[in-house]
């Protein structure tokens, strides 16, 4: 367990901060407590009044192999109103302010890289105010404390909705979902049509669409995470008016799902890593595979060969050598 790494993070109401964390299976242990403050081993009472000079926080042991330090960084900030300077939803006061301890130089980097680029996201109205400071002595909450969304399920419930963190990171990053900071941003770079076929399900003009006629070599990818997905070398014209495929470039970064809408029953084409609704698949294309990809163009981006290296997909020059 020699590779195991710390992450200190003050968030609000440390009760909050450490079911989102759980579920990832590169943390493996997370303790709720008190950094920040010249008290040594203050108690909850002391720290919740302010006596005690000290910040409600979590602190997580992680496998970098299983879930980078960004990711970290990710979850957190997914967790918390990072422009509230008087403390957290419900909570008033400095112990609730939100914190980011960094273990090392590398984590500072980190740490202010993600603040930059939350601050010019447009995510959020205000500027970002999460200090990044170093880490001090970091003292265990009392037993009481630690796992309390398992030992108190429907108190913990009640108080995330009433304090008015549920309604504000529901507003901020959708109800029911896990939008990462970094897919939140390309949304928002995305034109309404791009918007509406990824995000929507829906579905663009047949010939009148970036790429159902181009005849460039390179190959296409996932407009929101980039992943690939096509090739030039699998394309061809279907008559359809939507680009249209034989076959995919990575197979292991699509996802097939029953579509039963429209009163038809079709298989739908999605993107593994962004969940981007692409298009659907039919058994009426040519061989070898039999298989019609018709995929919407605002669902792609095309990286020409001579561009796989500059724009990071070099292990692809090969195809077009």
């Not at 500027?127 to 001090?136: A, E, G, Q």
């Not at 034109?191 to 159902?212: A, D, H, R």
């Not at 020409?304 to 090969?318: C, F, Q």
Request: proline residues 6%; aromatic residues 14%; contains cysteine.
């Amino acid at each position: 367990m020699s590779n195991i790494e710390k992450a200190t993070l003050a968030g609000g109401c440390f009760w909050c901060m450490v079911e989102p964390f759980k579920v990832n299976p590169g943390v493996k242990g997370i303790i709720a407590g008190y950094i920040g403050g010249e008290t040594k081993n203050p108690t909850y009472e002391e720290v919740s009044s302010g006596r005690s000079g000290h910040i409600e926080a979590v602190e997580l042991s992680f496998d970098p192999e299983q879930v980078t330090y960004e990711e970290i960084l990710d979850i957190f900030f997914r967790q918390i109103d990072p422009t509230d300077e008087g403390g957290q939803f419900g909570d008033r006061g400095s112990q609730y302010g939100t914190a980011i301890f960094y273990h090392d130089d590398g984590q500072k980097e980190k740490a202010l890289s993600m603040v930059k680029k939350l601050d010019q996201s447009g995510i959020f109205k205000y500027p970002i105010v999460t200090r990044v400071l170093p880490y001090s002595m970091f003292y265990p909450a009392e037993e009481y404390h630690q796992d309390f969304y398992l030992k108190s399920p429907a108190h913990y419930n009640r108080y995330k909705k009433y304090s008015g963190r549920t309604k504000f990171l529901e507003k901020t990053w959708g109800k029911g979902k896990n939008t990462s900071i970094d897919k939140q941003v390309r949304l928002r770079e995305l034109s309404p049509m791009q918007y509406k076929v990824t995000q929507e399900n829906g579905t663009e003009p047949p010939f009148n669409n970036e790429f159902w006629d181009n005849d460039g070599e390179g190959i296409y990818v996932d407009i929101v995470s980039g992943e690939p997905l096509f090739s030039s070398a699998t394309k061809y014209d279907s008559a359809s008016g939507w680009p249209s495929f034989f076959e995919p470039l990575q197979e292991d970064n699509i996802i097939y799902k029953d579509d039963k809408s429209l009163f038809m029953h079709r298989t739908e084409v999605r993107s593994k890593k962004g969940d981007s609704h692409l298009g659907h698949v039919f058994e009426d294309g040519p061989q070898p595979s039999g298989l019609r990809f018709c995929i919407n163009s605002a669902a792609l981006k095309f990286i020409p060969k001579e561009d796989l290296e500059k724009e990071g997909y070099g292990e692809y020059a090969n195809l077009f050598a």
